[in-house]
């Protein structure tokens, strides 16, 4: 599994990081900008992202516009919705209007509150067919 580690607080980049280490290759960006380069590097190259944890409040640019855009690039490539990147928003932020537009606006798959607990997490990626 490919994973994109997103998120503006090292802290929490060293955590995720951590925590998928064992069952992932993790490449990691400090705001929006650099993930959707990546994610765009990523797509170029044939070796897509399978997953990508991302936080929603970050400088450059948020994660709600890094989602928008992320999925912009799978549907210019021709990626269909089996092969699309699992993505799951991280975020101290536990505020319904950002959830609703991070799932709506933005395509995210997923949800979890900072901090985020490692057995959720691994129980998270097993429930959508990410780990055995």
């Known amino acids: 599994m490919r994973a994109l580690i997103v998120d503006d607080d090292f802290y929490s980049r060293v955590t995720l990081h951590d925590m ?4 992932a290759e993790c490449d990691i960006a400090v705001n929006g900008e650099e993930a959707v380069g990546a994610f765009r590097r990523a797509l170029k190259e044939g070796r897509p992202y399978d997953l990508a ?3 929603l409040i ?10 928008r855009e ?8 021709g990626v269909g919705n089996a092969g699309r990147c699992f993505i799951l928003v ?3 932020v536990d505020d319904n209007r950002e959830t609703n537009e ?3 606006l933005g395509g995210a798959d997923c949800f979890l509150v900072k901090p985020i607990d490692e057995a959720r ?6 429930g959508h067919g990410l780990l055995d």
């Open 102 to 104: 991070a799932f709506f």
């Open 58 to 67: 970050m400088p450059e640019m948020d994660g709600q516009q890094a989602l």
């Open 90 to 92: 991280v975020s101290m």
């Open 20 to 23: 998928l280490r064992p069952v």
């Open 70 to 77: 992320m999925r912009a690039l799978e549907d210019e490539a």
């Open 121 to 126: 997490l691994m129980a998270e990626l097993r």
């Open 53 to 55: 944890c991302m936080d």
